[in-house]
């Protein structure tokens, strides 16, 4: 499984980045037909993570964005680094 077909690339608004650290979420863009089931996965193993949960919606501009919430034992600032987000 090609991860970054699914997971397009980090979503990075100051809302966003913040949810990192506050709430242990990522928000990605990703592909439009991957459902929540893919995404987990594909974030699991391209960041070697356990994911608790993944919301999804569609934007107004077509694109559809994951938020992401990391199991408390990974932090999200590590993969945010990892992206170079913070």
Known sequence: MDVWK????????E?????VESENKIVFIVDRKSNKIKIKNAFE?????????VNTEITMKGLKKA??????KNKAIDVAVKLGMV
């Open 67 to 72: 938020y992401i919430k990391l199991n408390k």
């Open 45 to 53: 193993e391209a960041f070697n993570v356990k994911v608790d949960k």
């Open 6 to 13: 699914t997971l397009k690339y980090p979503h990075m608004t």
């Open 15 to 19: 809302k966003s980045v913040g949810m």
